[in-house]
């Protein structure tokens, strides 16, 4: 296999990464952990083996995947930077960001992996298991979050096993850091566009920035990850909420809500919550909650990720 190249150096990579990056080489799937939440990856530039990646999650349709490169250089093989895309990528790379940009020509990501998009998504995760993993493979590693399709994204190796059974393999990173996925903007010609609030607050890229992002929904971008109903615990939500009623298991946030079984963050911090929301989420559902009562949090920094994915959880099912 050409996969790794002769002049790799090997010494100093964990075995158990090493013998993800040969299952990832031999075109099929590994869960491996990013800072953000637990991926489901597959080499990117090989339809055989994404398709396997949609096989696992039980997605109904082909939805574009972000694909996960070692660098901003070997993302710029792969997408065509604007100068706003290029500041943020030296910006914020490694980290919880998703560019989406348009294909390059000469790029290795298959069709498959960009759902026959002119676009493609790209980010280099920050957790040192997902680096260690992608300079030992050297391809792109196309992961969307490591859950069956419509279930809370996983952010422990426990989480995977739970929702994909044990037949995946899993490299285990730990408790992820972020806890919410990245924050995707589009940046296509000269606009840049928040199309999912995630694990990179609005506030830090507009600062890099200079100027506002476009919030406003692009007309054509699909995004199926902004289904209304995405991100699914089995219990009913009931949001914002400021006491518990008859039955119910509550969630609170910086100890406003009596008698909550778990509170995101008792000191009131938006990092801790969001690290903690779907651990949690799927903490009271297996508690058996038919109703899990969310107190209000902030939608300022971290808060606008977390809210969003709330109000997904807390939507009607489709
Ligand atoms: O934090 C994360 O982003 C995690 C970790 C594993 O990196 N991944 C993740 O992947 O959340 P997934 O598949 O659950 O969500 C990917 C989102 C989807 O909403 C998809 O539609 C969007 O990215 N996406 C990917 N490529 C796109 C493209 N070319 N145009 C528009 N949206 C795209
Ligand atoms: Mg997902």
């Given at each position: 296999?050409?996969?790794?190249?002769?002049?790799?150096?090997?010494?100093?990579?964990?075995?158990?990464?090493?013998?993800?990056?040969?299952?990832?080489?031999?075109?099929?799937?590994?869960?491996?952990?990013?800072?953000?939440?637990?991926?489901?990856?597959?080499?990117?530039?090989?339809?055989?083996?994404?398709?396997?990646?949609?096989?696992?999650?039980?997605?109904?349709?082909?939805?574009?995947?972000?694909?996960?490169?070692?660098?901003?250089?070997?993302?710029e093989r792969e997408g065509?930077?604007?100068?706003?895309?290029?500041?943020?990528?030296?910006?914020?790379?490694?980290?919880?960001?998703?560019?989406?940009?348009?294909?390059?020509?000469?790029?290795?990501?298959?069709?498959?992996?960009?759902?026959?998009?002119?676009?493609?998504?790209?980010?280099?995760?920050?957790?040192?298991?997902?680096?260690?993993?992608?300079?030992?493979?050297?391809?792109?590693?196309?992961?969307?979050?490591?859950?069956?399709?419509?279930?809370?994204?996983?952010?422990?190796?426990?989480?995977?096993?739970?929702?994909?059974?044990?037949?995946?393999?899993?490299?285990?990173?730990?408790?992820?850091?972020?806890?919410?996925?990245?924050?995707?903007?589009?940046?296509?010609?000269?606009?840049?566009?928040?199309?999912?609030?995630?694990?990179?607050?609005?506030?830090?890229?507009?600062?890099?920035?200079?100027?506002?992002?476009?919030?406003?929904?692009?007309?054509?971008?699909?995004?199926?990850?902004?289904?209304?109903?995405?991100?699914?615990?089995?219990?009913?939500?009931?949001?914002?909420?400021?006491?518990?009623?008859?039955?119910?298991?509550?969630?609170?946030?910086?100890?406003?809500?009596?008698?909550?079984?778990?509170?995101?963050?008792?000191?009131g911090d938006l990092q801790?919550?969001?690290?903690?929301?779907?651990?949690?989420?799927?903490?009271?559902?297996?508690?058996?909650?038919?109703?899990?009562?969310?107190?209000?949090?902030?939608?300022?920094?971290?808060?606008?990720?977390?809210?969003?994915?709330?109000?997904?959880?807390?939507?009607?099912?489709?």
């Amino acid at each position: 296999m050409a996969v790794f190249p002769t002049s790799f150096d090997f010494s100093d990579v964990p075995p158990d990464v090493i013998a993800a990056a040969r299952v990832l080489a031999a075109g099929d799937v590994v869960a491996f952990p990013t800072e953000t939440v637990y991926g489901l990856g597959a080499d990117a530039t090989s339809p055989e083996a994404v398709a396997k990646i949609y096989a696992a999650k039980g997605r109904p349709q082909f939805n574009p995947l972000i694909s996960h490169v070692f660098s901003l250089e070997a993302a710029e093989r792969e997408g065509i930077f604007t100068p706003a895309a290029r500041r943020l990528g030296a910006a914020f790379w490694p980290g919880p960001l998703t560019l989406i940009l348009p294909r390059a020509r000469g790029g290795t990501v298959c069709d498959l992996a960009c759902a026959g998009l002119a676009t493609v998504g790209l980010r280099v995760p920050s957790h040192p298991i997902a680096l260690e993993l992608l300079r030992a493979f050297g391809r792109p590693v196309a992961a969307p979050s490591a859950n069956r399709s419509g279930r809370i994204s996983p952010t422990q190796a426990a989480d995977v096993v739970a929702d994909l059974g044990a037949t995946v393999p899993i490299l285990d990173g730990g408790p992820c850091a972020v806890g919410v996925e990245s924050t995707i903007v589009a940046c296509l010609e000269d606009s840049v566009r928040l199309l999912r609030p995630g694990g990179l607050s609005v506030e830090e890229i507009e600062a890099v920035l200079g100027h506002p992002l476009d919030q406003t929904p692009a007309a054509g971008i699909q995004a199926p990850g902004m289904l209304a109903s995405h991100y699914a615990p089995n219990a009913v939500l009931r949001l914002n909420a400021s006491e518990l009623r008859a039955g119910e298991l509550g969630l609170d946030f910086g100890g406003a809500l009596a008698n909550a079984s778990l509170d995101l963050s008792p000191q009131g911090d938006l990092q801790e919550a969001a690290a903690n929301l779907y651990r949690f989420l799927r903490a009271l559902d297996a508690r058996g909650a038919a109703t899990i009562a969310v107190a209000a949090l902030p939608e300022t920094g971290l808060g606008a990720a977390i809210n969003d994915r709330l109000r997904r959880a807390a939507a009607p099912r489709g």
